[in-house]
């Protein structure tokens, strides 16, 4: 069992950065991979970024590349989602997720992933 909590979100205008953070409870949260999803008011949930169990391997959708980054420590059981250069598009709010698969393409399928959090509001001003 893994329970997430994410933590960070909150009102910035377009260009600003913001850190969102998840931590995670449970001794396993080293053998899995973490990802970040949104969703966005009348959309689906999509996938945002995503890494490997140890940081090695990290992955992100093309809408985000360059601008978001995702990180981990694991001895703090806590995984970070750095974003830089933010869009109104940005506009979503922002799960973690914990999986047990570990390479691509399946770390970007939101089906793939056991565990969630209950998610926090990001939103980007025009």
């Known amino acids: 069992q893994v329970q997430l ?20 409870s449970g001794r396993t949260f080293s053998s899995y991979s973490m990802g970040w999803f949104r969703q966005a008011p009348g959309k689906e949930r999509e996938f945002v970024v995503a890494i490997s169990w140890n940081g090695g391997s990290t992955y992100a959708a093309d809408s985000v590349k ?31 997720a914990a999986s047990r698969f570990s390479s691509w393409p399946q770390v970007g399928e939101r089906s793939r992933y056991g565990y969630w959090g209950q998610g926090t509001q990001v939103t980007v001003s025009s």
């Open 5 to 24: 909590v994410e933590s960070g979100g909150g009102l910035v205008q377009a260009g600003a950065s913001l850190r969102l953070s998840c931590a995670a």
């Open 66 to 96: 360059g601008r978001f980054t995702i990180s981990r420590d694991n001895a703090k059981t806590t995984v970070y989602l750095q974003m830089n250069s933010l869009k109104p598009e940005d506009t979503a709010v922002y799960y973690c």
